[in-house]
């Protein structure tokens, strides 16, 4: 179903679930392992219902980091099956209420070594037992994604495609247009494509604008679909990847970004701009909270479910001008909304 909805037009994913949990106390800083899914199943829910009420097409199971490797290091291997489970049982529910699609999600593993037969192996099950318990609870598709070496990329496609689901690679790039082997991003996009990946594309590390640069490049390099996810922090020049940024002569990376958060507005305007060049899957990353899909979804023209409450900046009391807002406009606007019988309780009470 997701290619099918890529033809007709592009498609809005969801925004960085780790971090912005992380935000509202349910991810450790650090290790940013996603075992919320088991101790606060009612807090990733609302976070994906957010994202689904912002105009996300697509909410990815939080599974991001469930692989052994990372769960490990905060001792939870053994809920490594429960994780994955219920991370894509609780995108399921959500999306299912409103018309969403759900995508598996796997991620770099730490396990994978460029030249280390070895390290395949490892890292190929680790991808399948991710995978398998995922595609147990109903997933539409796959996204492997954060990946920076074109080997890992490869396996994890390998990995997507004998489930028969379609696979969207996205690769991660911080100083220069490279995979971590040395190899140029057209020549790696245009190698996973013939490889059979579906939709191909770059997320995480990068601002809008230092991944549309790149984005480009993929477009005219593959004719499969094309998938960008940015962090929703500034970068620049001299600071490509939003890891590296200094606040007050320091790395501000993870707890200090909140000064380099953009704005709902640039991240419309991102949305605009990769419609544009021809990027079919329109997401986010790391920093993108409900707020930005929510702007990203009307820039491209869409009413989505909060759009019922998008700002109505005219109506506040010290930036707006409403005096030209008669009592009787209030009235029907309270009726439309709420019923004749609330906002006559309304204008009746001492409140």
């Given at each position: 179903?997701?290619?099918?909805?890529?033809?007709?037009?592009?498609?809005?994913?969801?925004?960085?679930?780790?971090?912005?949990?992380?935000?509202?106390?349910?991810?450790?800083?650090?290790?940013?392992?996603?075992?919320?899914?088991?101790?606060?199943?009612?807090?990733?829910?609302?976070?994906?219902?957010?994202?689904?009420?912002?105009?996300?097409?697509?909410?990815?199971?939080?599974?991001?980091?469930?692989?052994?490797?990372?769960?490990?290091?905060?001792?939870?291997?053994?809920?490594?099956?429960?994780?994955?489970?219920?991370?894509?049982?609780?995108?399921?529910?959500?999306?299912?209420?409103?018309?969403?699609?759900?995508?598996?999600?796997?991620?770099?593993?730490?396990?994978?070594?460029?030249?280390?037969?070895?390290?395949?192996?490892?890292?190929?099950?680790?991808?399948?037992?991710?995978?398998?318990?995922?595609?147990?609870?109903?997933?539409?598709?796959?996204?492997?994604?954060?990946?920076?070496?074109?080997?890992?990329?490869?396996?994890?496609?390998?990995?997507?495609?004998?489930?028969?689901?379609?696979?969207?690679?996205?690769?991660?790039?911080?100083?220069?247009?490279?995979?971590?082997?040395?190899?140029?991003?057209?020549?790696?996009?245009?190698?996973?494509?013939?490889?059979?990946?579906?939709?191909?594309?770059?997320?995480?590390?990068?601002?809008?604008?230092?991944?549309?640069?790149?984005?480009?490049?993929?477009?005219?390099?593959?004719?499969?679909?094309?998938?960008?996810?940015?962090?929703?922090?500034?970068?620049?020049?001299?600071?490509?990847?939003?890891?590296?940024?200094?606040?007050?002569?320091?790395?501000?990376?993870?707890?200090?970004?909140?000064?380099?958060?953009?704005?709902?507005?640039?991240?419309?305007?991102?949305?605009?701009?990769?419609?544009?060049?021809?990027?079919?899957?329109?997401?986010?990353?790391?920093?993108?909270?409900?707020?930005?899909?929510?702007?990203?979804?009307?820039?491209?023209?869409?009413?989505?479910?909060?759009?019922?409450?998008?700002?109505?900046?005219?109506?506040?009391?010290?930036?707006?001008?409403?005096?030209?807002?008669k009592e009787k406009d209030s009235q029907i606007l309270c009726e439309q909304r709420y019923?004749?019988?609330?906002?006559?309780?309304?204008?009746?009470?001492?409140?």
């Open positions: 179903m997701i290619l099918e909805k890529l033809e007709q037009n592009p498609v809005i994913g969801d925004g960085g679930t780790i971090f912005e949990l992380e935000r509202r106390g349910y991810v450790s800083a650090g290790p940013f392992t996603p075992q919320a899914v088991l101790d606060h199943p009612d807090a990733v829910r609302q976070l994906q219902t957010d994202f689904a009420r912002a105009g996300a097409e697509v909410l990815q199971a939080c599974t991001y980091y469930a692989h052994e490797e990372k769960l490990k290091v905060v001792g939870l291997t053994s809920a490594l099956k429960e994780i994955n489970s219920q991370a894509v049982k609780i995108a399921r529910q959500v999306a299912d209420q409103y018309d969403a699609l759900v995508a598996g999600n796997i991620c770099n593993t730490w396990a994978y070594e460029p030249g280390n037969a070895s390290t395949y192996a490892e890292t190929r099950r680790q991808f399948d037992k991710q995978i398998l318990y995922q595609s147990d609870q109903g997933v539409d598709f796959f996204i492997a994604e954060t990946i920076e070496y074109l080997g890992e990329a490869e396996i994890a496609l390998e990995a997507i495609r004998a489930s028969g689901l379609p696979a969207m690679i996205t690769l991660g790039f911080k100083k220069d247009d490279k995979t971590l082997e040395g190899i140029r991003l057209e020549e790696s996009f245009k190698l996973l494509e013939d490889k059979g990946a579906d939709i191909v594309g770059i997320n995480c590390f990068r601002d809008p604008e230092r991944i549309l640069s790149l984005a480009e490049r993929v477009r005219d390099a593959v004719s499969c679909f094309v998938a960008t996810q940015p962090v929703a922090y500034r970068c620049s020049h001299e600071r490509p990847y939003f890891q590296i940024q200094e606040l007050n002569g320091k790395v501000a990376f993870p707890l200090e970004l909140d000064p380099f958060v953009l704005t709902r507005k640039e991240m419309a305007d991102y949305a605009i701009e990769a419609r544009k060049i021809g990027v079919n899957y329109i997401g986010a990353c790391c920093g993108a909270g409900p707020h930005h899909i929510r702007a990203m979804a009307e820039a491209l023209g869409r009413t989505v479910p909060a759009s019922e409450y998008s700002p109505q900046l005219e109506l506040h009391t010290i930036i707006g001008d409403s005096s030209h807002i019923g004749k019988a609330h906002c006559h309780f309304m204008e009746n009470s001492d409140e």
